[in-house]
């Protein structure tokens, strides 16, 4: 059952932006995808199994490196929780400020195959044209989970591989493929 309609999109554009029990959800959400395969590993923790005590921290430095011109984070809230979320950067160098990057993408396990990761997507292109004056979005997606066709079902288009960039474990390497959107 499509959820999508029912969604509420909250962005939050400086650290103070969120309440301690969004950071909770979020850091709640970052640890069940993360253990449920999701290819959201961030290189300051352990591969999974992860817990709250160590995506807690990351989930911090990321909070606390919000600013609204160059990175927000958009949450998707199916009533009081947090469905899903990911990040939105804009890079400061000049030749590439029209760019921006969204990683960290994830729908919470609980909420998986109701619509949350498509509508996260488009309200980013929204947010990332309306709001911050973006041309072009790019992101990286980890090879072998059906990301690429995830993503190529919404519009955006491959434009490279790292063959082998990403070990997921020994003997598992798998591509990082690079995608990208028009606004």
Not at 121 to 126: A, D, H, K
Not at 128 to 133: F, I, P, V
Not at 146 to 161: D, I
Request: hydrophobic share 45%.
């Amino acid at each position: 059952m499509a959820i999508s309609e029912s969604l509420r999109f909250l962005q939050a554009t400086r650290p103070d932006a969120l309440t301690a029990d969004q950071r909770r959800q979020l850091t709640d959400c970052w640890v069940a995808v993360a253990n449920a395969g999701g290819a959201v590993i961030a290189a300051d923790f352990p591969m999974p199994p992860v817990s709250a005590r160590e995506v807690a921290p990351v989930a911090d430095r990321l909070i606390g490196g919000l600013e609204p011109a160059r990175s927000r984070i958009l949450m998707a809230v199916y009533g009081d929780t947090l469905a899903g979320w990911l990040v939105l950067r804009r890079d400061p160098h000049p030749l590439i400020a029209h760019c921006g990057v969204v990683n960290h993408v994830q729908t919470h396990p609980g909420f998986r195959g109701r619509g949350i990761g498509a509508a996260l997507m488009e309200r980013v292109r929204e947010v990332a044209l309306e709001e911050m004056g973006l041309e072009r979005l790019q992101l990286s997606a980890r090879a072998g989970l059906g990301l690429e066709e995830f993503y190529g079902r919404l519009g955006w288009m491959e434009v490279g591989r790292w063959p082998g960039a990403l070990r997921v474990a020994p003997g598992d390497d798998r591509d990082d493929i690079l995608m990208s959107i028009k606004l």
